[in-house]
């Protein structure tokens, strides 16, 4: 006998569960907790199952029946509606993650995991949220290459041209991410390439005449700043070799005195391989007077708001600008352009040498292979010859 809306309001628990059939396998089980539970028993492959088809009252007597009426198309069509629903609802789970926002943060989340340092995440991120706004609901796989052109168009019409040209390749790393993980077919950016303004490149600016060298020196050991800002001032020409993020991210652990060695991990490298720095008699003695201020704490150049954060990324060139260095003569990152300079033009030492001290990358990766550990003798005897010169420089 069929179910009705009033037999299904008289149904009260019991001691026990019980049934109260519909019809065609299904029913409605009443237990004694209270729950009112749509169920259906069927038979495929000569075996008895039961399927869940929802709560009554969310599922009312009329939803119910054609819950079941589909399942029974099913099982005539030769499928198991059981199974039929576990696929279903594992393709709408799996549906739900292929939206560009969901597959560009599980990218972020294994590149972290992978340790992609902290500074880069941040400016993906940055980078990330121009194109959420028009791209982030949108299926990965239904994302046309003009949709993305779009998106970097907009972009170049406020005047960031290499703004857009690197959202193009971290897009690029998001859609072969969902390549890989088959929630995408193709690498739109890879045909957007040539269709974005090629912006010209501007060179960091470095004092590379050796004239100029010495005023440099004798101004910076003039700053007066606060005493945190003068030794990553007065460090930076003599360990031309770390990039200002490396710098100001300088912990004690990495230091050893002893061996006049700074080694820095992989983690912290723009290249994402550890380096070793020699460290000179006159670096050497800088870390350690800033030793007896920042010495307890983790950062050897701690930010002054927090010891538990390395100083601003701002403070070395708002050092330099105050001691009368305009962001066209002088940045902090152009030590390293100032040593990579003047010491090809000594003459003295290896080009290689000097290559493997700035942490450059080797193109020719068999070459790399060879010339691991190459040089180190030659790099300790660089360095201090280095400072050398800078002291000289600053005397004269």
């Keep these: 006998m069929a179910l009705s809306s009033l037999a299904l309001s008289k149904a009260k628990p019991r001691d026990k569960p019980y049934k109260l059939a519909d019809g065609h396998g299904l029913y409605l089980l009443v237990t004694p907790q209270g729950g009112r539970y ?78 992609l340092g902290d500074v880069t995440i941040g400016k993906i991120k940055w980078l990330l949220e121009f194109a959420y706004p028009s791209l982030g609901d949108r299926k990965m796989s239904e994302i046309t290459s003009m949709e993305l052109l779009a998106v970097l168009r907009e972009v170049e019409g406020r005047g960031r041209h290499e703004t857009a040209r690197r959202l193009r390749s971290v897009c690029g790393r998001v859609f072969r991410y969902a390549i890989a993980t088959g929630r995408a077919e193709h690498d739109l950016s890879a045909n957007l390439r040539d269709a974005l303004t090629t912006p010209k490149v501007k060179h960091l600016a470095a004092i590379t005449n050796n004239q100029q060298v010495g005023p440099l020196m004798r101004a910076i050991d003039g700053f007066d700043g606060h005493a945190v800002t003068r030794a990553a001032l007065r460090l930076a020409p003599h360990v031309f070799v770390v990039r200002p993020g490396e710098l100001r991210h300088a912990e004690w652990l990495e230091v050893d005195f002893d061996k006049a060695l700074w080694s820095i991990p992989a983690e912290k490298m723009k290249m994402r391989r550890p380096h070793r720095v020699p460290l000179s008699r006159q670096s050497l003695a800088i870390l350690s007077s800033i030793r007896e201020v920042t010495g307890t704490g983790k950062y ?95 005397r004269s």
């Design 38 to 115: 749509w169920r259906m028993n069927y038979r495929f492959d000569g075996k008895a199952k039961t399927m869940a088809m929802g709560v009554f009252p969310l599922i009312t007597l009329a939803e119910a029946r054609e819950k079941r009426e589909e399942a029974r198309k099913l099982l005539a069509a030769g499928s198991d509606p059981t199974a039929m629903r576990k696929e279903i609802e594992a393709q709408e789970a799996f549906e739900a993650t292929t939206g560009f926002r969901t597959v560009a943060e599980e990218w972020l989340a294994k590149r972290e995991r992978e340790g």
């Design 300 to 394: 050897v150049f701690p930010g002054f708001q927090s010891i538990k954060r390395p100083m601003s990324e701002n403070a070395l060139n708002g050092a330099l600008r105050r001691l009368g260095y305009s962001g066209d003569e002088m940045t902090s990152h152009g030590f390293r352009a100032m040593a990579s300079t003047l010491l090809n033009e000594m003459g003295k030492w290896h080009p290689d040498a000097i290559e493997r001290q700035l942490a450059h990358a080797e193109a020719d990766a068999v070459r790399r292979a060879y010339a691991r550990g190459e040089y180190w003798d030659e790099r300790v005897a660089m360095m201090q010859a280095w400072s050398d010169y800078l002291d000289g420089s600053a």
